[in-house]
């Protein structure tokens, strides 16, 4: 795919959620996580995709989509679709699966200093 079409179908989803159209900001997302776009790109779409689910009110499947946007980042060493799940996993005041998954984060040895820093903090805020 190349980029252009991919920005315009972003922005068109974006378009789609901010119209409340969510049946078409869905089919638009799940058509770029179906397409050839890279895995990084689709943990994104993936990300944005439990976002719509929870604004239908669908936890059960927004919560499919962060962990399929994790399963997208694992292979790269990344870790963005799992800190969107922990803070999403707050919110539904789900707090020990939050930070099961904040103290997994420690263990991942391609975290730098700084992350681990920041991983700490999130787990001192969720514990006191």
């Known amino acids: 795919m190349l980029y252009e079409d991919y ?48 604004k239908k009110g669908n936890s059960l499947e927004a919560l499919r989509w962060y962990d399929r946007a994790v399963q997208f980042e694992k292979p790269h060493h990344r870790y963005f679709a799992h800190l969107e799940k922990a803070a999403y996993l707050i919110r539904l005041q789900r707090r020990e699966e939050a930070l099961s998954i904040y103290q997994a984060l420690l263990a991942k040895p391609f975290l730098v200093l700084s992350d681990h820093q920041k991983i700490r903090a999130y787990i001192q805020h969720l514990t006191s």
């Open 7 to 54: 920005a315009d179908k972003a922005h068109a989803a974006s378009d789609a959620v901010e119209a409340k159209d969510y049946e078409g900001a869905l089919q638009l997302l799940k058509g770029l996580v179906e397409s050839d776009l890279p895995d990084l790109d689709k943990s994104i779409m993936s990300v944005n995709l439990a976002v719509v689910w929870d």
